[in-house]
């Protein structure tokens, strides 16, 4: 198995925005619902977004309106592009490509 490899994390003020990405295998990308994921601090993680292989996309209630997912088939790639950020979102974002297969993680601080 191949993990996804997640990059585009960073140090950000609030209100601005980071575009996440993650890549992942050739080989399961065009049939696998891809996900995101963030962990803060002390709390469990949490599931932020995910994407179909037809697009279909789902997110977090608390967070529908600020972030959006998409993929890039061509690519083998799923982004999470943020907006509006806020201290609170800041934690370590996981991307998932289902079958136990996780990333790394990217960093996402987002000061006050």
């Known amino acids: 198995q191949v993990q996804p490899v997640e990059s585009g994390g960073g140090l950000v003020q609030a209100g601005g925005s980071l575009r996440l990405s993650c890549a992942a295998s050739?080989?399961?990308?065009?049939?696998?619902?891809m996900e995101w994921y963030r962990q803060a601090p002390g709390k469990q993680r949490e599931q932020v977004a995910l994407i179909t292989p037809s697009g279909y996309t789902d997110y977090a209630d608390s967070l529908k309106g600020r972030f959006t997912i998409s993929r890039d088939n061509a690519k083998n790639t799923v982004y999470l592009q943020m907006n509006n950020l806020k201290p609170e979102d800041t934690a370590v974002y996981y991307c998932y490509a289902g079958v136990g297969r996780w990333g790394q993680g990217t960093q996402v601080t987002v000061s006050s």
């Open positions: 050739a080989s399961i990308f065009s049939i696998t619902t």
